[in-house]
């Protein structure tokens, strides 16, 4: 018999688990993926796509999709629309054609195990008779941290963990990061002509790439609970930053608005500054001025005080070249169009780099062709 939760407190305690630190203590109590069957990668990756369905409603809580499957049939799907709304896993059992006793539920993310606005769904699943429940992978957020897995594996269900994880994270890599580290994934997004220019000298750079990479970038905003920006990119341009797209797929009013957050170390567009101009930003009273120049502080701030999990940047050279040299940032978003602006343009990246040694490197994780532009997707090595 599985441990009960009294006798596991010390080990879930308040870390994330991981599949083998399961295995490695109740080997015999749950499965790993080597034990999974072959529709369940089939069965599991259609658990994502309903994922999908919530990728830009759901913040601050993760995009989570289930699939319940019994006799070979699916009977029932769902996904977690929106914080405050039940999640997946209520969502597919309300859904379901008939009665799921001794189904299998598959689920993108760990079941919860506790109360907040909704009720815990392993207590759902527990109560709803499935007998398997296949997992892609464990909850780091420390209220849950394994103690979904621990209801369900006390209740008697059988539980596989660890199938399509890899694919499963992708959904959600600034609220697993931030669980983890206490730090956001940070997007940083540059348009940039084919010499690696941003801007002309004069600040003059609407608009450099074409009306569908725009649209693009209306997708990452959305995928983003703050963009982070500098003052002198909101004197010269005066951006909304905001999201306004209806082809995401979704109402635009479903959309939460990312945070605005505006680096004034000059304190230029402060009470204190010599700011004539009501800009667009200011006119949100969310907009946070930040005007340390600690940058790691800001984003662990994000995180602690504002539940932010994903951020992108959307500013000038300088201020991109800081969050590349204090090694800050996980993505890197180029926007490459078609077109040459010369030596006196302004550059994609302010900094220093005196020595090939120092140079901070990118892997591709993606090229594709958006209108006339190419867009290039890299990953910090």
Same mark, same amino acid.
């Given at each position: 018999?599985?441990?009960?939760?009294?006798?596991?407190?010390?080990?879930?305690?308040?870390?994330?688990?991981?599949?083998?630190?399961?295995?490695?203590?109740?080997?015999?109590?749950?499965?790993?993926?080597?034990?999974?069957?072959?529709?369940?990668?089939?069965?599991?990756?259609?658990?994502?796509?309903?994922?999908?369905?919530?990728?830009?409603?759901?913040?601050?809580?993760?995009?989570?999709?289930?699939?319940?499957?019994?006799?070979?049939?699916?009977?029932?799907?769902?996904?977690?629309?929106?914080?405050?709304?039940?999640?997946?896993?209520?969502?597919?059992?309300?859904?379901?054609?008939?009665?799921?006793?001794?189904?299998?539920?598959?689920?993108?993310?760990? @079941?919860?195990?506790?109360?907040?606005? %909704?009720?815990?769904?392993? &207590? $759902?699943?527990?109560?709803?008779?499935?007998?398997? #429940? =296949?997992?892609?992978?464990?909850?780091?957020?420390?209220?849950?941290?394994?103690?979904?897995?621990?209801?369900?594996?006390?209740?008697?269900?059988?539980?596989?963990?660890?199938?399509?994880?890899?694919?499963?994270?992708?959904?959600?890599?600034?609220?697993?990061?931030?669980?983890?580290?206490?730090?956001?994934?940070?997007?940083?997004?540059?348009?940039?002509?084919?010499?690696?220019?941003?801007?002309?000298?004069?600040?003059?750079?609407?608009?450099?790439?074409?009306?569908?990479?725009?649209?693009?970038?209306?997708?990452?905003?959305?995928?983003?609970?703050?963009?982070?920006?500098?003052?002198?990119?909101?004197?010269?341009?005066? @951006?909304?930053?905001?999201?306004?797209? %209806?082809?995401?797929?979704? &109402? $635009?009013?479903?959309?939460?608005?990312?945070?605005? #957050? =505006?680096?004034?170390?000059?304190?230029?567009?402060?009470?204190?500054?010599?700011?004539?101009?009501?800009?667009?930003?200011?006119?949100?009273?969310?907009?946070?001025?930040?005007?340390?120049?600690?940058?790691?502080?800001?984003?662990?701030?994000?995180?602690?005080?504002?539940?932010?999990?994903?951020?992108?940047?959307?500013?000038?050279?300088?201020?991109?070249?800081?969050?590349?040299?204090?090694?800050?940032?996980?993505?890197?978003?180029?926007?490459?169009?078609?077109?040459?602006?010369?030596?006196?343009?302004?550059?994609?990246?302010?900094?220093?780099?005196?020595?090939?040694?120092?140079?901070?490197?990118?892997?591709?994780?993606?090229?594709?062709?958006?209108?006339?532009?190419?867009?290039?997707?890299?990953? $910090?090595?």
């Amino acid at each position: 018999m599985f441990p009960k939760s009294g006798n596991t407190a010390n080990f879930l305690g308040s870390s994330p688990l991981s599949i083998d630190d399961y295995q490695s203590t109740y080997l015999d109590h749950i499965e790993g993926v080597e034990a999974a069957k072959t529709e369940d990668f089939y069965y599991m990756n259609l658990a994502i796509e309903e994922a999908k369905k919530g990728l830009y409603t759901t913040r601050p809580n993760p995009a989570v999709g289930c699939i319940i499957v019994k006799n070979d049939l699916i009977i029932g799907s769902g996904f977690h629309p929106k914080a405050g709304e039940p999640h997946a896993e209520v969502f597919s059992l309300r859904n379901s054609t008939q009665s799921v006793a001794e189904a299998t539920a598959y689920v993108t993310l760990e @079941p919860c195990s506790h109360t907040g606005k %909704t009720p815990p769904c392993a &207590e $759902a699943l527990i109560q709803s008779g499935v007998s398997r #429940v =296949v997992i892609a992978g464990l909850d780091p957020n420390p209220k849950v941290a394994g103690r979904g897995v621990n209801m369900l594996l006390e209740a008697g269900i059988k539980v596989t963990v660890g199938v399509c994880t890899e694919q499963a994270e992708q959904l959600n890599l600034g609220f697993l990061k931030s669980m983890r580290y206490k730090m956001p994934y940070v997007r940083l997004k540059i348009a940039s002509s084919l010499d690696g220019r941003t801007a002309m000298a004069s600040g003059e750079s609407k608009w450099i790439t074409g009306p569908a990479a725009r649209e693009d970038v209306q997708k990452v905003r959305a995928l983003s609970g703050a963009i982070i920006t500098g003052s002198q990119t909101v004197i010269e341009d005066d @951006p909304s930053l905001n999201v306004r797209s %209806t082809q995401l797929g979704v &109402e $635009a009013e479903q959309v939460p608005q990312p945070k605005v #957050v =505006v680096l004034d170390r000059r304190k230029r567009l402060s009470q204190e500054g010599t700011a004539k101009k009501i800009y667009k930003v200011l006119q949100n009273d969310q907009t946070l001025l930040w005007s340390d120049s600690d940058l790691e502080a800001l984003l662990r701030a994000l995180v602690v005080e504002h539940d932010i999990h994903d951020v992108l940047i959307e500013a000038g050279s300088r201020v991109s070249g800081s969050f590349i040299t204090a090694g800050l940032v996980d993505e890197l978003i180029v926007y490459q169009a078609p077109c040459v602006l010369g030596n006196s343009a302004q550059p994609m990246l302010s900094l220093d780099i005196e020595n090939l040694s120092c140079q901070r490197r990118f892997q591709l994780m993606d090229c594709s062709r958006v209108g006339t532009d190419l867009k290039l997707v890299y990953k $910090a090595i």
